[in-house]
């Protein structure tokens, strides 16, 4: 993973490693309230040659290493059973051996003559006194063992330099450690759980995932809009519009995107329900007219069709009538404004995979090219079922839409494979429902007041639009 992917991953996920942190700061308080305490005293104790004195030079050097070598070993002496017995002799303890050395211990620091003895208890008394004891009888064995056979005189001297004292505070539990140590923890499992879900959520989160996942170019980021409801056309909404834009965008990717080959007809699916397709239909069908060319919106959805409800348009009659003969296509088209033509769906039928998949709708469909510029073909989702595939395999084109956090890159795989089954042909991926602040990072957050300015067509230019606006005004009126 890449640097930038963990800083999504922190920005997408501190809650849960704030909460992780939380956790491992609060069960770290509760261990420290609930150990018991233990207190320490400490003995220092000196150790030197019994002689006249090391010398000068090498010899005292040596003789000064050799024993700071003694004292390492004396140190690892601690727990000979006759410290032990005589430390429970001497305070009268009741406990065994293996409880008092639990409760001793020594070191000797590198480079020095120093044994540093340690004991611990409950109790900062007992814990200094067995710190005395421990070091008298420890003086008395090493004395006693460093004392020649043919001698009553010790080869080395020891001496209490810093005797123990009762402690004032416990040697542990130690708050700050505990909790330093529960954050770090805490910290580690919020970027583990982080990382991990990061890894196992397949959710199509930016740009970057849906190209990959389809093996084509994402065309557009669409921001998520809490107004979009109430302002289902973008460009209605005002001037000032960052989902305008978007639109906008989209449409002049579009019409760059294979200039030898424009696409007409362009059908705008998804993989699965509640994605957006629609909207992004409404909307592209829009900006094209905004453009001044002559667009015709087409609702194909036959299962849950929205555009006429969504658009304020009379709905019982639409792409279906026009199929059983019941009103001819001139009449059934609607204006929903300049150089936009809407064809709802008309009644449901009973078999829309069946209707769509018929002769009949591609001739509708060419009627249409004869009329405008676009033909805009909103459809159903593609992995529920076959209705979607009929539509795209008849366009010159699909675009794929996909919604933020929510489409899986299984799901998007699944749909273009489906797509690749009926040969058809795929423009380009939409990522709809952008939170504003992941849009900014494509650049996508920026807008201008401004209208956008009218594009010319592939189809004789400004002057071929209007005869052929004249045209479809006529057939509709």
């Keep these: 993973m890449t640097l930038s992917s963990y800083l999504r991953i922190f920005r997408e996920r501190w809650k849960v490693i704030a909460l992780s942190v939380l956790l491992g700061i609060g069960i770290a308080a509760v261990i420290t309230a609930l150990s018991s305490k233990v207190y320490q005293g ?74 540093l003895v340690h004991a611990t208890d409950g109790n900062p008394t007992t814990a200094a006194a067995i710190a005395n004891s421990a070091a008298n009888q420890f003086i008395k064995y090493i004395q006693k063992v460093k004392t020649p056979l043919d001698s009553t005189k010790p080869t080395v001297q020891l001496f209490v330099t810093q005797p123990a004292t009762a402690p004032s505070s416990p040697a542990s539990p130690d708050p700050v450690i505990n909790i330093a140590i529960g954050v770090v923890l805490g910290l580690l499992l919020g970027v583990g759980l982080a990382v991990g879900r990061d890894v196992l959520d397949n959710r199509i989160k930016d740009a970057d995932d849906l190209a990959k996942a389809t093996g084509k170019p994402t065309m557009g980021l669409i921001v998520e809009d809490p107004k979009a409801g109430r302002h289902p056309i973008a460009t209605r909404a005002g001037t000032r519009n960052a989902r305008a834009e978007n639109f906008r965008q989209l449409r002049a990717n579009l019409q760059f995107a294979n200039v030898d080959e424009h696409p007409r007809v362009i059908a705008i699916t998804s993989s699965i329900p509640s994605e957006g397709k629609t909207m992004v239909a409404m909307n592209l069908a829009s900006t094209l007219a905004e453009a001044g060319f002559t667009v015709c919106l087409v609702d194909a959805d036959l299962r849950r069709p929205t555009i006429a409800k969504v658009m304020g348009l009379a709905g019982p009659v639409g792409l279906t009538s026009v199929l059983i003969h019941q009103i001819d296509l001139d009449d059934a088209l609607q204006k929903a404004g300049s150089n936009l033509y809407v064809l709802s769906s008309g009644p449901t039928p009973p078999n829309p995979s069946e209707v769509l998949a018929s002769s009949y709708v591609r ?82 957050a920026y807008y201008r007041a401004e209208p956008t300015a009218p594009a010319s067509s592939k189809h004789g230019g400004r002057r071929g639009r209007a005869s052929r606006d004249e045209k479809a005004d006529a057939s509709v009126n």
Excluded at 67 to 93: K, M, R
């Design 42 to 115: 400490n003995v220092q104790i000196f150790v030197s040659f019994n002689s006249e004195g090391p010398g000068t030079g090498a010899d005292a050097y040596a003789q000064n290493a050799a024993l700071q070598q003694e004292v390492a070993t004396f140190a690892s002496l601690i727990d000979t059973p006759d410290i032990i017995h005589g430390i429970q002799t001497d305070l009268n303890l009741a406990l065994s051996d293996s409880q008092m050395r639990s409760k001793i211990s020594a070191e000797a620091p590198t480079t020095q003559t120093l044994v």
């Design 363 to 444: 001739d509708i469909v060419h009627q249409l090219l004869d009329r405008v510029d676009y033909v805009v073909i909103d459809t159903a989702p593609l992995l529920p079922v076959a209705d979607g595939s009929e539509v795209a395999a008849l366009a010159d084109g699909t675009l794929l839409v996909a919604s933020h956090n929510m489409t899986t890159d299984v799901q998007v795989k699944r749909a273009v494979t489906t797509l690749a089954r009926v040969d058809a042909r795929l423009l380009g991926v939409v990522l709809n429902r952008v939170p504003v602040r992941r849009a900014g990072e494509y650049g996508y």
